[in-house]
């Protein structure tokens, strides 16, 4: 059964510090690898895409990387701010259809 | 920038009524995406739409229907609403590039959050 799983799903950080959360896929065959950022209240927004090939994608003080091998991502999150608090989103597409992940659920505090 | 729009960000409806749920994208996109989503679950398709007068049923599409009879919109029906229906609705668009959800990327609306009582 094609299937993403988030960790944690949730997590507390300072401002200013870093965080990773990890996302695993069984979704197969696989095509594109994404990561969303959702704000309370609001649809998802796309931060990244990555495909097959790629390792590592960046926007910003974002970093997303992927191992297509051990179907493993992460997003790795610098120097976090007060407006890093959402939900992050991974999804997984097979070519026609996506799988979400449930999400992890970011706070960044003071 | 690619803007899509949800009629209402809120909603409260009563068991039994019917309700629309409005979609309105402004890119010119040929698929359009109805997705529910509730706490702990990833986001789940209703219906999808490639095409006007086109659609697809996706994964939880019983108690559903929908309607695209203009490009730019497209209709999200509860024939008759009931409590397990609670939730939060997204609509998403993108390109027609790719059929169904898997090519490129989706752009996704603010969200409706209907409570039906």
């Known amino acids: 059964k094609n299937q993403v799983e988030q960790s944690p799903q949730s997590l507390i950080i300072l401002e200013g510090k870093n965080c990773t959360l990890q996302c695993n896929y069984t979704v197969s065959p696989f095509s594109n690898l994404r990561w969303y950022k959702q704000d309370t209240g609001r649809g998802p927004v796309s931060l990244t895409i990555?495909?097959?090939?790629?390792n590592t994608k960046s926007n910003g003080r974002y970093t997303a990387t992927l191992d297509a091998d051990t179907k493993q991502s992460s997003l790795h999150i610098t120097a976090s701010q007060l407006s890093d608090s959402a939900s992050y989103i991974c999804v997984v597409s097979d070519g026609n259809k996506l799988v979400f992940g449930a999400g992890t659920i970011l706070r960044v505090k003071s | 920038d690619v803007k899509v729009t949800q009629s209402s960000r809120y909603l409260v409806k009563r068991t039994g009524e019917k309700v629309f749920l409005e979609c309105v994208q402004d890119?010119?996109?040929?698929?359009m995406f109805w997705y529910r989503q509730d706490p702990g679950l990833g986001l789940r398709l209703i219906y999808f739409s490639y095409d006007v007068k086109m659609k697809e049923k996706g994964d939880i599409p019983e108690g559903y229907s929908v309607s695209r009879e203009k490009k730019e919109r497209f209709s999200l029906i509860l024939e008759s609403a009931s409590t397990n229906q609670t939730s939060m609705y997204l609509c998403?668009?993108?390109?027609?590039?790719?059929?169904?959800?898997?090519?490129?990327?989706?752009?996704f609306g603010p969200g409706t959050r209907l409570t039906v009582t």
């Open positions: 890119m010119d996109h040929e698929n």
């Open positions: 998403a668009s993108s390109s027609h590039l790719a059929q169904g959800q898997g090519g490129y990327e989706q752009y």
């Open positions: 990555m495909t097959f090939s790629e």
